[in-house]
């Protein structure tokens, strides 16, 4: 089957102009089909503020009320995206803004009320991998916003990054031969947290029960990670967690840490 | 040639949700082809005041500085595009949200600096209406916000969605049979500004010209209808200014104004 990459950049990075336009210039010059799902950053929160719109988290998650998804539907889906967009346009790559509304690409649930309401916040139903490979064959590239719909009341939902680069590469491995890529502003996972070279080559399942066991892999990772070992028992090829200025050395095998199933 | 409609809905009518939900209800079921670009609205006077982003207006054009560009990159990219594509997806039109960055289909110069600096303000020097095709003809609705890209620097740019509308319109008549509707919040063309009913049902250059040196047509109008008949001369087969609540009659021929070079 065909390659195609799909590429998750994180909030650290967008925050970060200059990092992100190193990044955008790697990601623009990677061969072969591609895709680029962006995280929202600290800009949210902000123009939130600004708004005297408040910001509540709960375990690291945003609670999304009616206001805060206008906030995030501009946000994301409008400046981050839009400026990534533009960005790669003059890197020569033909990108695509697309949120999950825009053609129906990801289609989601409201997340039912348990313990927490979460809000506008989506649990993804459906992937359109058809419609993103009709994108890629017509030499686009998708470029998605955070952001997935409630197929019966068309409304916008918030969806982790993490979440949706997962599902997207998972709904594609029938059709291609997928690489999954997190990068973001750490060297690849870490087995001491306080020293940024003490990088993971290659995690199993093994290694990271035992990390998590010791606490050496705690918070934003656990979920990353847990997302990362889906994609993979679900039939991505590859799975690579590294910094965003090692993307091609990552892609090489040199850098960041590879999430595999047993050491090769 | 296969037959084409590109409307263009306007700021009021987005500033008002039950109105936009009517106009987009009727939307969803024109058949053949078609295209949507909208407008702002108020809203991103609202939320520029907010963020405590001046809004200065020269002759009824808003000056587009930095701020303001991240401002109305956000509400009109984002905020309205993808409230209006989650609405036609429920209505059954997959619709994809665009802005002249993605997939490059609209490309501008930024306005050069004469006796005023409007800012980030684009002037249209390319429509990629092959692309705009290649989606309609996969079943998609192309949704577009008055938002084009200079293609070397990647910056959005801001730009009238009345002549963005025209500019695509004119780009297809090659291609298409093109029918190009103004949707807004009065009856059609008034021959009486202060009567909502004295709508001119076909207004002629000769008709216009009278009425302009008799300053019954005036402000908003002008540019509008320039646009309308310079959309005439280049080949655009219809062109209609009516209510957003007319759409229907207006496309049967029983409301609104038509546009004509002669009276038929």
């Given at each position: 089957?065909?390659?195609?990459?799909?590429?998750?950049?994180g909030?650290?990075?967008?925050?970060?102009?200059?990092?992100?336009?190193?990044?955008?210039?790697?990601?623009?010059?990677?061969?072969?089909?591609k895709?680029?799902?962006?995280?929202?950053?600290?800009?949210?929160?902000?123009?939130?503020?600004?708004?005297g719109?408040?910001t509540?988290?709960?375990?690291?998650?945003?609670?999304?009320?009616?206001?805060?998804?206008?906030?995030?539907?501009?946000?994301?889906?409008?400046?981050?995206?839009?400026?990534?967009?533009?960005?790669?346009?003059?890197?020569?790559?033909?990108?695509?803004?697309?949120?999950?509304?825009?053609?129906?690409?990801?289609k989601?649930?409201?997340?039912?009320?348990?313990?927490?309401?979460?809000?506008?916040?989506?649990?993804?139903?459906?992937?359109?991998?058809?419609?993103?490979?009709?994108?890629?064959?017509?030499?686009?590239?998708?470029?998605m916003?955070?952001?997935?719909?409630?197929?019966?009341?068309?409304?916008l939902?918030?969806?982790?990054?993490?979440t949706?680069?997962?599902?997207?590469?998972?709904?594609?491995?029938?059709?291609?031969?997928?690489?999954?890529?997190?990068?973001?502003?750490?060297?690849?996972?870490?087995?001491?947290?306080?020293?940024?070279n003490?990088v993971?080559?290659?995690?199993?399942?093994?290694?990271?029960?035992?990390?998590?066991?010791?606490?050496?892999?705690?918070?934003?990772?656990?979920p990353?990670?847990?997302?990362?070992?889906?994609?993979?028992?679900?039939?991505?090829?590859?799975?690579?967690?590294?910094?965003?200025?090692?993307l091609a050395?990552?892609?090489?095998?040199?850098?960041?840490?590879?999430?595999?199933?047993?050491?090769?």
């Amino acid at each position: 089957m065909n390659p195609l990459t799909v590429l998750k950049i994180g909030g650290n990075v967008i925050d970060n102009p200059a990092a992100l336009t190193r990044f955008l210039t790697t990601f623009s010059t990677l061969t072969g089909d591609k895709l680029l799902v962006h995280g929202g950053g600290k800009i949210a929160t902000q123009i939130a503020e600004k708004l005297g719109v408040q910001t509540t988290m709960v375990d690291g998650r945003r609670i999304t009320d009616k206001p805060m998804l206008d906030v995030v539907t501009m946000v994301y889906g409008g400046l981050v995206n839009k400026q990534i967009v533009g960005q790669l346009q003059t890197l020569g790559t033909n990108a695509i803004g697309l949120t999950g509304a825009d053609a129906g690409v990801v289609k989601a649930n409201k997340r039912p009320v348990k313990d927490i309401d979460y809000g506008f916040v989506g649990d993804i139903t459906e992937v359109d991998s058809g419609r993103l490979l009709s994108f890629a064959n017509e030499s686009l590239v998708p470029v998605m916003a955070p952001l997935t719909v409630d197929a019966s009341s068309g409304t916008l939902l918030n969806t982790n990054a993490d979440t949706l680069a997962q599902a997207i590469a998972v709904d594609l491995v029938h059709k291609r031969d997928v690489t999954l890529v997190y990068c973001f502003e750490k060297k690849g996972v870490l087995a001491n947290p306080d020293d940024d070279n003490s990088v993971i080559n290659q995690l199993t399942p093994e290694v990271y029960a035992e990390h998590k066991a010791a606490g050496s892999i705690n918070k934003g990772m656990i979920p990353k990670l847990d997302n990362a070992f889906a994609a993979l028992n679900a039939g991505v090829a590859r799975v690579i967690i590294c910094h965003a200025d090692e993307l091609a050395a990552a892609l090489a095998g040199t850098a960041g840490t590879s999430i595999v199933m047993n050491n090769e």
